[in-house]
């Protein structure tokens, strides 16, 4: 069973798209001007599932989503940004347990069915007098979830580019309590949750859409950050999504697992690995069909709604790495195995020389044809097609005459594709990445302070 | 056997320190301007021995001179830069071939006797009508051997600064003939082959010592090249080394591997491992004493010597990585054995986070902590101290309160310093790389041409 040609169409809201949901981002201080606390909330309680870095070194709201997350069930997620709360010891296992046991004092829930993220600088303790009155702040900011989706599309445009580059200038903060309360815009909604977890993020990324499952319509929404932060630190990489679809916590775990195998996992903008990585989903169920079980065939048409869904997230994610100007995709096709064909378009997303290559719209196969040759794979280069966009740059493991400009050309659009044939099988893979800029290294580059 | 505190000292001279070898750098017309085409001689046939790049892609010169190599036994070595020679096909391969073997007829040897070195743009066939004049103008400058490494001497001051920038303005190339025929300075000696397999490294590398073994003074000199080229590609490391010491081929072989992994496979600069690495070593055995085979103690004192001539052109080569403004040394300490203590080390030394925070002078430990946290090692994040030169930073996995000023001085020295205690166990190892700045950028996101 899957997903039928028209049957999934995006829509406003991103996660108040769905019924039942709530969001809210404010300015609570940890950054100076720009939003910093979000919180998304399930007017009932919704099956829940997580995936987490593969860092040994964990921050703290990592570990205690990892425990919250267990139980399978979630009322509402708290994230703020500007700080990772990130190797502070137990004060910071203390400080993310308290911003979980706040959310859920207010919404009457236990402390175990709130997920924490956090992302910013690492080895500092969060400011928490700040946290806790943005906490009380973002409550307050929720509003009605009724109203969520349609105060969000109003807000934003088409739900995505919204009021455009959230790096501009803003000034001042302003005057708070208004629900206006800083130059991020509104308070209330998907939107203002996207802004709150934005670090050197330029847009904010959010999605949903609308599909049919076991007969009924339902929808699943998400927002995402990608890489680095205004105090320069951690490519940390947040997502959270909901649904109103009813997923048991086992399928909708294996959903997860799945799909940021096939998403998230393939994005790479400069190899290292956060300690705050999590992606959440929660579950609430409100468009009232059976739930779906793991060996329940409806699963495989969720799965292809969620992989829609974290595919547009990834994507807006490498996009907008740390000073990119284009997003490129790796594809590596005629593999013996996907295993195979993924470890070759890492190695060539990964390599500094490509990237670079590509942000100098230079046609510069040979490295990528290098990259392949170090990521460790077996294969036979004098078998290796390379094209540029559509223009074919090497065939059979050597230069072939091309057009200079043409291959120039499909270097200069906004996303540019690598496409590497091994002819050594019928697997492929495809992995996302961003060219490497001097705006990288001007971001990274900066003082802490 | 070990050398004796002040037996080793450095000497003028480079690869032509030793007896019995004469070098030459010329301009040949593959580079438009700088010398291109580089020639070792040994008088008398020389002990071989050599390692390559692991990349799968290897370039024509690779295939040549591995074959070449396997029978212990080199005469010379001839070298360009300007084209890599590689993914070129069967033609390349030949190119290759003509190449050792008009150095072997000048010389009267086999061809098998000559290794071939190249570094450049890749998937370009190299101009052979210029690479045959050059080599022949490059033979012509060789002079005799008993001369070269005073000229060189006299050429360079020190034998390692010498004139200063090779990326300085030069002028145009002036007539030939004479000499001194481009802005390179002269064509004869270690300094003139040192400045012909440059490609954007911005100062030659060499280096030359003096040591006693079984009862004989003898000499051990090297050249090498690092990272990227002016028409930018790939970071190919060549280095080439010459002693008058008599070593038997396999001995020499074992030290040559043994060496390199402490010493080349220790740097990184961006991560890419190129088509054409190489490093080759040729031992005369003038110095006149017994050859050390094997198993002789004395294999520990070139073994000594070696791995300080090594280190010192891996440093220099780290140092003067593409856009670096400072050698960074990544030393991992009280690791369970040296493969976690290296997998480590590595880890951090080849994050491009780590590398801009230190070139941002930003004391950002948690960055090293959580290189090391996705390095793949098993550690305790809760053991883990960190220094960033003298200054303690984090103590047992979390911050500690230290002074900005003192850290933002450590890591605005030339040479810096970061080094982790795991406290897991005594082992360690140390990794070299530079810092990553704009200038990488602007230099790999050029065109080609």
Tied chains: 1, 2.
């Excluded at 059979?396 to 540019?416: I, K, M, N, Q, Y």
């Excluded at 496409?419 to 003082?447: H, M, Q």
């Amino acid at each position: 069973m899957t997903l039928q040609h028209g049957t999934l169409k995006t829509v406003a809201g991103g996660v108040t798209a769905p019924a039942g949901f709530r969001a809210a981002g404010v300015h609570a201080g940890i950054k100076r001007k720009r939003k910093d606390v979000a919180v998304i909330v399930s007017d009932v309680p919704a099956a829940a599932a997580a995936v987490f870095t593969t860092n040994k070194v964990q921050a703290a709201p990592v570990q205690v989503t990892r425990e919250h997350v267990a139980g399978g069930r979630l009322r509402a997620v708290v994230a703020n940004s500007g700080n990772a709360n990130a190797v502070t010891g137990p004060e910071g296992l203390a400080d993310a347990r308290r911003m979980a046991a706040l959310v859920a004092e207010a919404l009457g829930a236990a402390p175990q069915e709130v997920a924490v993220a956090s992302t910013g600088v690492i080895g500092v303790r969060l400011p928490m007098d700040k946290v806790e009155a943005g906490i009380a702040k973002a409550l307050a900011a929720l509003g009605r979830s009724e109203d969520a989706a349609a105060a969000d599309a109003a807000g934003s445009g088409d739900g995505n580019a919204g009021s455009g580059h959230a790096g501009g200038s803003n000034g001042d903060a302003t005057a708070n309590g208004d629900g206006h309360g800083n130059g991020d815009g509104p308070d209330t909604g998907s939107l203002a949750a996207a802004r709150a977890i934005m670090t050197t993020d330029t847009v904010p990324k959010e999605i949903a859409v609308e599909f049919m499952l076991k007969g009924r319509t339902v929808r699943l929404g998400g927002i995402a950050k990608g890489s680095g932060m205004i105090h320069p630190n951690m490519a940390t990489m947040l997502a959270f999504l909901t649904t109103d679809a009813a997923v048991a916590p086992a399928a909708l775990q294996q959903a997860l697992r799945r799909s940021a195998q096939r998403t998230y996992n393939r994005i790479t903008v400069d190899g290292d690995t956060s300690t705050n990585d999590m992606v959440v989903i929660m579950a609430n169920g409100l468009a009232g069909h059976d739930p779906v079980e793991a060996d329940d065939p409806a699963l495989a048409v969720f799965q292809e709604a969620l992989d829609y869904v974290n595919t547009h997230l990834a994507k807006a994610i490498a996009r907008d790495g740390e000073g990119a100007t284009k997003l490129i995709e790796v594809r590596v096709e005629g593999a013996p195995d996907e295993a195979a064909a993924l470890q070759a378009a890492r190695a060539v997303a990964g390599s500094s020389l490509v990237k670079t290559a590509v942000y100098g719209n230079d046609a510069n196969w040979g490295r990528i044809l290098a990259a392949v040759g170090y990521s460790g794979i077996d294969f036979d280069p004098a078998t290796v097609d390379i094209w540029i966009g559509d223009v074919a740059v090497a065939r059979r493991g050597a230069g072939v005459a091309f057009d200079e400009a043409a291959a120039s050309a499909a270097l200069r659009r906004p996303e540019v594709l690598l496409r590497v044939a091994l002819n050594a099988g019928d697997a492929a893979a495809t992995v996302w990445t961003c060219d490497l800029t001097e705006g990288y290294i001007n971001i990274n580059a900066s003082y802490r302070s």
